[in-house]
């Protein structure tokens, strides 16, 4: 078994090229191409197409990929499992974060971590919660952080209830109440995330049997306040992605109330990671202070 190769190929499909991938890995396009046309050779089937967009999985390569990501793991668990052993601690932690948690708490748990641990490898992938639970599910990372409940089936530890807000624009006829009430959602033009990512809001609403006016849908949460900020529509976030801004908009409590719980998955071929299990646990200290 060539552990390399099965390396290499998981590199070229994280970053969909190629060219990237030897960058990565500090090697030529030349040794990335040839390792990938050895498995194949080894296979007997093609595990890549390439394009002029890029290069993508065939079907026989999706049908492989989470074997070789299993394989990838337990090796990476072996490594770090030895120089626990002779005491070095070292290794490669990879997260899966939304956007609130990117900004407000792993900037300052990497920062700890890596000043107890500078050996261990901290990669970090952002993306909306349908990211998220998809790369858990793939074997691409190690932790990542999820709304509780969610479709997951591995340990998820609840971190923190996070309360939801209304954010409207400054003239909004609703600007000078105290709260707003979210039954007003369903006249208002309403801004929300896609659907695969939307959990927030729609389990308010759903709670409240209210069906929103969705006029505009976008994957970024950020799009999402600028949009309400121009006067687009509103919208509903959570406190902590809302947590420490200053812009142009209003900020309401809902009626009824509304919350989300933030969690931390761990799949199972990561709970026997030394390095994963180290920074899960600055993870928790970090939430448990800053609440």
């Known amino acids: 078994m060539n ?5 290499t190929l998981a590199k070229v ?25 050895s498995l ?19 079907d026989n390569g999706m049908r492989i990929m989470p074997s070789i990501r299993s394989i990838l ?37 990497i920062k700890k971590f890596q000043h107890d641990y500078p050996k261990v490898d901290i990669k970090l992938l952002t993306g909306d919660y349908y990211d998220v639970e998809e790369w858990l599910e793939a074997g691409m990372v190690d932790l990542g952080f999820v709304t509780v409940p969610n479709r997951l089936s591995m340990e998820c530890r609840a971190l923190m209830e996070d ?18 009430p979210l039954v007003e959602c369903e006249t208002e033009a309403f801004i929300t995330l896609l659907e695969t990512s939307n959990h927030d809001a729609r389990r308010a609403l ?6 929103p ?16 900020e121009q006067g687009l529509g509103i919208s509903i976030m959570p406190e902590l992605l809302l947590k420490g801004r200053h812009d142009n908009l209003k900020i309401k ?22 390095a994963t299990r180290k920074f899960a646990d600055y993870i928790i200290k970090w939430v448990t202070e800053e609440k």
């Open 3 to 7: 552990i390399s190769r099965y390396e």
């Open 163 to 180: 309360r939801l807000f209304a954010i409207l624009p400054n003239d909004h006829k609703f600007a000078s109440y105290p709260k707003f």
């Open 206 to 211: 759903d709670a409240a049997g209210i069906k």
């Open 73 to 109: 793991n337990y090796e990476e668990q072996l490594r770090q499992t030895v120089s626990s052993i002779v005491g070095i601690d070292s290794g490669t932690v990879r997260i899966g974060a939304f956007t609130s948690v990117a900004v407000h708490w792993l900037p300052g748990v």
């Open 253 to 274: 409590e809902l009626v009824p109330p509304s919350k989300r719980t933030i969690g931390l998955a761990i799949p199972e071929a990561s709970r026997h990671s030394p």
């Open 40 to 58: 194949e050779e080894e296979f007997g089937f093609s595990v890549l197409t390439r394009s002029r967009a890029g290069v993508r999985l065939t």
């Open 213 to 228: 006016n969705i006029k505009f849908s976008t994957k970024d949460d950020y799009a999402i306040i600028a949009m309400v």
């Open 13 to 37: 499909i994280e970053l969909g090229s190629m060219t990237r991938a030897a960058e990565a890995l500090g090697c030529t396009q030349s040794a990335v191409s040839h390792a990938i046309g």
